[in-house]
């Protein structure tokens, strides 16, 4: 039987480009957004995307910040900013 390799949901196109900020950038972004930390719109440690991600870089800890970059046919691109949640949401 023929092994099928594991599916990446990052390479998919209609899934926007998610990025992990290094830490020493954390603090930056955090400033010129305006917002603290525990104030950012959060990311379950369970969505595909993070586990992607973890595929990548290994475990992230919550409140790791993850940058969103969204094609949009009328914006161009749109970046958001979410902190890794462990928190299961429904």
Same mark, same amino acid.
């Given at each position: 039987?023929?092994? @099928?390799?594991?599916?990446?949901?990052?390479?998919?196109?209609?899934?926007?480009?998610?990025?992990? @900020?290094?830490?020493?950038?954390?603090?930056?972004?955090?400033?010129?957004?305006?917002?603290?930390?525990?104030?950012?719109?959060?990311?379950?440690?369970?969505?595909?995307?993070?586990?992607?991600?973890?595929?990548?870089?290994?475990?992230?800890?919550?409140?790791?910040?993850?940058?969103?970059?969204?094609?949009?046919?009328?914006?161009?691109?749109?970046?958001?900013?979410?902190?890794?949640?462990?928190? @299961?949401?429904?």
């Amino acid at each position: 039987m023929k092994k @099928v390799g594991k599916f990446n949901v990052l390479q998919h196109e209609l899934v926007a480009e998610h990025h992990v @900020v290094p830490k020493k950038d954390e603090d930056k972004v955090l400033s010129e957004i305006g917002i603290a930390r525990d104030l950012l719109p959060k990311i379950s440690r369970s969505d595909p995307a993070i586990k992607a991600l973890e595929e990548i870089h290994g475990p992230l800890e919550s409140g790791t910040i993850i940058k969103i970059i969204r094609k949009s046919p009328t914006m161009g691109y749109s970046v958001y900013y979410r902190a890794i949640s462990s928190e @299961v949401f429904k």
